[in-house]
């Protein structure tokens, strides 16, 4: 009798779980009809990245709220689906075929790890549903077919901006890298940072891998050690990278450390405190930018969500918007016109800057150097860095852009102006 | 010279605490027969309690000898209860079932013990509190180490002690081995052995936790699926020393600890990528399992039918 009671609580138990996940999966689709459109979000919620996937969601909510007070899109109102995929790519496939078929949204934003976007990206391309990825950096994520774009920069730049600094800002000779054994973003960043750092000059001394799951990184610094680098690259996400900048100061490594966009995360500086003193990241935009739009934007993400917003953030708000200037320049959701437009995109004033889509759908844009400042939590603008071919503007007059000469006078001086090779098409 | 040194000192510390884990998958298998797929888990679970814990107790603002002592002891209660309520609710009901009906049971509970954290706390990792001051000591050339890794070594060898001493010298533990040896004769001979095992389940339970406590001070992130790896290289452990075997299980640890810091460190030099690190383990496990099929310490006895 214990043994059946026992049973049925177990079982409702479990279909309590799941109407909660379903509950909290469409509350915001409920009433969609004719008038609205659908636009699906997925992410990682609830994974090791959660703080990646809460951002997004975030940024979009906010885009989409700004375009549904000023009357929609269309005079339509925009409704989100968002599901969580809880940071796994085999999972991130599911939820986006479940926002497709069953939702049947009109258009998809995300996913923010370029593993979960390159798992999910060919279930839109087939489907025919446009996709903007906000934040996936490696190349090879838009190469899956002319549906999937993306408002973001990727590795190739990314990479090289990080090389560049270290060898002309940083002086550095020597670099080791240790990167994430599982994550696309990091194998792609790896190679690019390598490239142009052995381009500059530099030598790659050591380098090392490791997987999310291991107990320490110890084993792989002290390899590390020996060689004793000028700088050391980790190419990761936050929740490793932080613990790999401590057992390094524990191990009397005190060299710089570079990293990329994988860093910005509130949860970093809870993990790594002090020893993410004397650290570098490249990042898409610095929310201590003086431009009124993007002070526009800290100002209204802060008073909804409480937090300054991360660059996913930031890249996540202008994803949705210019979804939603492709609909109306689309004039409706028709896919393959909705797509065009979305490729079309030009000169589109974003938070993160001007997002023009090159023939490969990935957005040109300079990116920013941040220093990581623990002992306030937050990332110091260091300087700006172009894409070659792309001139930065004059720094009189403000721009969407972080070169503004308010903002921090070695930068101005420093005249902001490291063009990089672009090797954009490089990886096909 | 001190790179090897400081790469063998990494290995032993998170050897040891393969070890840890390791005696509570060795003890509850030379019980029941049972593989207790859960108990990885447990180490997790005794992780978020030792959080809890210092950060609700005050502990994390204010570091203390004495806040680390309650914390880690805290934890190891509080999994030792966990661990026992899993026995009676799950294990115990299917017990007189195949040992596949169990076997099922206990992975049905690592993935549920998993997902429910997933579900409470969310996966984002989180910093676990300094709870003692972390300093590093220098041994030699560049050859350091740090008082959590002393910590470490000290509190695993102690527990160790401790059990050894609880399975020879006291009345419970001549129980335990005399369940070990033949369950349903130490039934006729008087000795409860529900509460036998029960006992075990919490004595494995209370050392993983004291594991996942420690490893989150040296590491200071925890996470609700970080026991899936350590356990499986824990399980690993114990299997390599001889299942069943509580030296044996020590020595797994130490083993498998060591073999894949030293795979990361000087794997390169001989054509073994770092990536090979997990993969290693599992290889040792094999070539062991090829020679010597009952472990490393394990006795050969021929199983009776």
Known sequence: ?428 | MDTFVQQLINGLTIGSIYALIALGYTMVYGILRLINFAHGDIYMVGAYAGFILATSLGFAQNPSVFGFIVTLIGSMVIAAAIGMAIERFAYRPVRRYSKMTTLITAIGMSLLIEYLFVFIFGGTPKPFPQLLPNENIRLFGEATISTSQILIFVVSILLMVLLQWIIYKTKIGKAMRAVSFNLNSAKLMGINTDFVIAFTFALGSALAAAGGVLTAQYNPKIEPLMGIITGLKAFVAAVLGGIGNIPGAVLGGLLIGAAETLVVGYGQYVGIPSTYRDAVAFAILILVLLIRPAGLLGSNVQEKV
Not at chain 1, 298 to 324: C, E, I, M, R, T
């Open chain 1, 1 to 428: 009798m214990t043994r059946i009671f026992l049973a049925i609580c177990l079982i409702t138990s479990v279909f309590f779980s799941f109407a909660c996940v379903q509950k909290g999966g469409d509350a915001n689709s409920t009433g969609a009809t004719g008038d609205t459109i659908k636009v699906g979000v997925y992410g990682d919620l609830t994974g090791q990245t959660s703080s990646f996937g809460q951002s997004t969601k975030n940024g979009v909510q906010l885009a989409v709220d700004e375009i549904n007070a000023a009357g929609g899109v269309n005079g339509k109102k925009i409704t989100l689906v968002v599901e969580d995929d809880q940071g796994r790519p085999e999972q991130a496939k599911t939820v986006i075929s479940k926002l497709i078929n069953q939702d049947k949204v009109q258009a998809v934003l995300g996913e923010v790890a370029s593993s979960n976007s390159l798992a999910a990206a060919p279930v839109a391309q087939e489907a025919h549903i446009p996709m903007i990825t906000p934040s996936s950096t490696n190349p090879k994520v838009t190469e899956v077919g002319d549906y999937i774009s993306r408002v973001c920069f990727i590795d190739p730049f990314q990479g090289s901006v990080m090389a560049k600094f270290a060898a002309n800002t940083l002086k550095a000779k020597t670099a080791a890298i240790i990167g994430d054994v599982q994550s696309d973003y990091s194998k792609g960043l790896t190679e690019f940072f390598t490239q142009e750092f052995t381009k500059q000059g530099g030598k790659i001394v050591a380098e090392q891998k490791y997987a999310q799951t291991d107990p320490d990184f110890k084993a792989q610094l002290t390899a590390i050690r020996n060689s004793n680098p000028d700088v050391i690259y980790i190419p990761g996400y936050y929740g490793q990278v932080a613990i790999i900048a401590k057992q390094a100061r524990e191990l009397g490594m005190n060299m710089p450390l570079l990293g990329g966009d994988g860093w910005d995360s509130p949860e970093l500086w809870k993990l790594g405190g002090d020893a993410l003193k004397n650290a570098y990241i490249s990042n898409h935009y610095s929310a201590e930018n003086p431009a009124p739009e993007i002070q526009n934007f800290v100002k209204n993400y802060q008073a909804k969500f409480g937090v300054v917003p991360d660059s996913l953030a930031a890249l996540a708000y202008d994803a949705a918007k210019v979804l939603a200037d492709a609909i109306k320049r689309a004039g409706g959701t028709d896919s393959a016109k909705l797509k065009e437009a979305i490729n079309q995109t030009k000169d589109f004033a974003g938070v993160t800057g001007r997002i023009t889509l090159d023939g490969s759908r990935n957005a040109v844009k300079p990116a920013v150097v941040l220093e990581l400042n623990p002992s306030a939590s937050k990332f110091n603008y260091k300087e700006t860095i172009y894409p070659e071919g792309m001139t930065p503007p004059a720094t009189t007059g403000s721009t969407n852009t972080n070169s503004n000469s308010n903002m921090n006078s070695t930068a101005a001086t420093n005249t902001n102006t490291n063009a990089v090779t672009s090797n954009a098409n490089a990886t096909k």
